[in-house]
């Protein structure tokens, strides 16, 4: 989002010299970028507030560290509820399941033995 808003402002300034020397043409591509990046960051605005106020109650939570809810990390993971899937903001890959601990590899495959 940053290097959105760092291009928009590129262009804002390149619109402005347009204005300033005169040129219509220039200044109009650099206004139809502006609104461009202005659509994209509005969509991903409204994206993360939708999101976020879609909030778990966690008043049944009893244990609190600093004011935020522990996580068990020793309960084995659940397989991604496909369901869930609009909860998750756009270009995260969730991983299809979660676990506490990886495992050491024991077994003696490929291994000469």
């Known amino acids: 989002m940053d290097s959105m ?9 390149a619109f402005t010299n347009a ?24 969509n991903d605005l ?3 507030v939708t999101k976020s106020e879609n909030l ?3 008043s049944g939570v009893s244990h609190f560290a600093g004011g935020v809810p522990l996580v068990k990390f020793n309960e084995t993971g659940s397989k991604f509820d496909s369901s869930q899937r609009a909860d998750v903001l756009k270009g995260y890959m969730p991983p299809a399941r979660t676990h ?3 495992k ?6 490929g291994r000469r033995v």
Not at 5 to 13: C, E, L, S, T
Not at 104 to 109: P, Y
């Open 100 to 102: 506490g601990t990886i």
């Open 46 to 48: 409204t994206d993360i």
């Open 19 to 42: 204005i300033e020397d005169g040129d219509e043409v220039q200044a109009r591509n650099h206004l139809s970028e502006i609104i461009k990046f202005a659509n994209y960051l509005d």
């Open 5 to 13: 808003v760092r291009k928009m402002g590129a262009h804002q300034q």
């Open 104 to 109: 050491k590899v024991t077994g003696t495959f």
């Open 56 to 58: 778990t109650d966690l």
